[in-house]
């Protein structure tokens, strides 16, 4: 039997009445972190400059954070780049990249043509999460040390087989769509920090539902797209940097939505940095009484968390989301990381700048958390202080956000766009998503809210 159909067999076998309760929260909010995203990342140049003149086609679905409908494909690639825009959207350590904003548009385009349920649209994004993340398991961390970027090269299959599932494709089908998503399948690290990187969400956000779509119309793809000698796991990986058997056991057994779960950014930049910078507030808010009195500044991450684009400087608004020097230095001297940090104007900040010159970068051991981070200062009079953090604040269900801070942060991304009465009333229709008879109704609500 094919792996695409192994695959599509064992997606199709969850059995969403059996969904703990718990998984639906984390998948509203989720979502709901994504919408927030999408509407700040609407009113950014990037997503601005890719709606090409002549290139998007009218249609029943919307655009969100813009007065504007369109057809499923197009409003799939435009929310997808919108909320990808800004980085402050969810990670997945099993993907090692940002799961919901490759899955959602898609979903959300579909659901609205479909006259989906507010339940139908959560199991399927549930399900979608659970491909993307399984197959991520086969592969990871090789594939993300190599330089593809997960979110799309992986994100795509999550996307399609939530598609395929909204859609009701029976497993061979379902396979189809995985096949052709192979060979959709792109997005590499070097566009880090560059108006590409979130292109990649909305070009895989698009192509994902497209290949539900062709599927379900019965197009074909071959059965062996994934693990031929030419297919995607030979191409993009390599012989003997993949396990198959990873990709295909335990299913559900938890859902990789609970364990380990999805991580919802407290801080609008790469999640790689987000242990180093809670270890700087801490110094901020506790030893350090004046930033100037900083003479030598040591940050220690893990390896894989430490790589080139993370210890790149600050030099343009989008870049500055992947400097390490630079979330550490907001985090030393303002004690916080916020959206206005990451404007143009925000970056010749001279105290910044020179609390950038002064850090050094070293790996923790292999063994250390991989999402941990240690902050040690030295001050001008020769006096050290340090702050290590193992799991950073909304590391999933091992940290997560502390309660009010999802809708705080909601409410600030939502705003750039919604009206107050809109940011409340949308923000209450999310968190009871799965009982919402239409996700028309949603969707409803945030245009007739939009500014």
């Not at 909010?29 to 999408?38: F, L, R, V």
């Not at 799961?99 to 399927?124: C, K, M, Q, W, Y």
């Not at 350090?288 to 790589?307: F, G, K, T, W």
Request: hydrophobic share 45%; proline share 6%; glycine share 10%.
């Amino acid at each position: 039997m094919s792996l695409s159909l192994q695959l599509a067999e064992r997606a199709v076998a969850l059995v969403p009445q059996d969904f703990d309760p718990e998984a639906i929260g984390w998948a509203r909010d989720a979502i709901a972190d994504m919408i927030g995203c999408a509407l700040i990342g609407a009113v950014t140049e990037t997503a601005e400059k890719s709606m090409l003149p002549g290139m998007l086609t009218e249609g029943q679905c919307l655009v969100l954070g813009r007065r504007m409908r369109l057809g499923k494909l197009d409003a799939a690639f435009v929310n997808g780049t919108s909320g990808h825009a800004i980085d402050y959207d969810d990670t997945s350590k099993s993907l090692s990249g940002h799961p919901t904003v490759i899955i959602v548009p898609g979903l959300l385009a579909l659901a609205e043509t479909l006259n989906s349920t507010g339940r139908e649209f959560v199991d399927a994004y549930i399900v979608g999460v659970e491909a993307a993340t399984r197959f991520a398991r086969g592969v990871n961390f090789y594939h993300y040390e190599k330089g593809w970027h997960p979110t799309a090269t992986l994100g795509i299959f999550g996307a399609a087989v939530a598609a395929s599932h909204l859609l009701n494709l029976d497993a061979g089908q379902m396979a189809n769509a995985i096949s052709i998503a192979a060979s959709s399948s792109a997005g590499i690290k070097a566009n880090f920090g560059t108006d590409t990187k979130p292109l990649h969400a909305g070009f895989q956000a698009r192509n994902g539902l497209l290949a539900a779509l062709l599927a379900a119309k019965g197009v074909n793809g071959s059965g062996v797209a994934l693990e031929h000698p030419q297919g995607f796991l030979n191409v993009f990986n390599g012989a003997g940097n993949f396990d198959t058997t990873r990709m295909l056991s335990d299913w559900g057994r938890p859902l990789d939505l609970l364990k380990p779960g999805i991580s919802i950014k407290k801080y609008p930049c790469v999640y790689s940095v987000h242990a180093a910078i809670d270890a700087a507030i801490a110094l901020h808010q506790g030893p350090l009484n004046d930033p100037a009195e900083i003479s030598n500044v040591l940050v220690r991450m893990h390896p894989r968390r430490m790589l080139p684009h993370v210890r790149n400087p600050a030099t343009t608004a989008l870049n500055a989301k992947f400097s390490l020097p630079y979330a550490v230095a907001r985090g030393l001297v303002n004690g916080a990381v916020l959206l206005d940090h990451f404007e143009d104007a925000a970056l010749h900040d001279p105290q910044v700048l020179h609390i950038m010159s002064l850090i050094r970068m070293e790996n923790l051991p292999d063994d250390a958390s991989d999402y941990g981070g240690e902050v040690h200062i030295t001050l001008s009079n020769g006096q050290v202080f340090s702050h290590s953090v193992d799991a950073p604040v909304g590391r999933g269900p091992e940290t997560p956000l502390p309660p009010g801070m999802l809708r705080a942060k909601f409410t600030d991304c939502a705003s750039r766009t919604l009206t107050d009465e809109g940011v409340n009333e949308v923000f209450e229709l999310l968190m009871t998503l799965d009982t919402l008879p239409r996700v028309g109704m949603l969707t409803a609500a945030i245009e007739h809210s939009t500014r």
